[in-house]
Nanobody, 125 residues
Framework: VQLQASGGGLVQTGSSLRLSCVASGITFSRYTMGWFRQESGKEREFVAAIRRNGGYTFYADSVKGRFTISRDNAKNTVYLQMHSLTPEDTAVYYC???????????????????WGQGTQVTVSS
């Protein structure tokens, strides 16, 4: 199983980025996909998740209205479109996969079976 995240970079405040995560080795359409982020020295935190058919999406309050998670099951890919970035969004962003779907569960990194390697997002002020 491999989750390959990409799309990170160094941007200025107010900019946009789109992260992508391509999955292989799993039946992608059977998995809830999530994005998490982790700042140096801090715990990994939930950003967004999307259920297997894309019908339900969930967001952390800190990104609601600025970030959009989506997926293309034909391409085994999940996306995170990020707008109005601020320095507080600076972190390593990870994609992850789980067969679980309950919201209270999928907000926790412990619910996820598979993880990508992370992509760095740095937002300068």
């Amino acid at each position: 199983v491999q989750l390959q995240a990409s799309g990170g970079g160094l941007v200025q405040t107010g900019s946009s980025l789109r992260l992508s995560c391509v999955a292989s080795g799993i039946t992608f359409s059977r998995y809830t996909m999530g994005w998490f982020r982790q700042e140096s020295g801090k715990e990994r935190e939930f950003v967004a998740a999307i259920r297997r058919n894309g019908g339900y999406t969930f967001y952390a309050d800190s990104v609601k209205g600025r970030f959009t998670i989506s997926r293309d099951n034909a391409k085994n890919t999940v996306y995170l479109q990020m707008h109005s970035l601020t320095p507080e969004d600076t972190a390593v962003y990870y994609c992850a996969a789980t067969e679980r779907e309950i919201l209270s569960t999928i907000r926790s990194p412990n619910a996820y079976y598979y993880w990508g390697q992370g992509t760095q997002v740095t937002v300068s002020s």
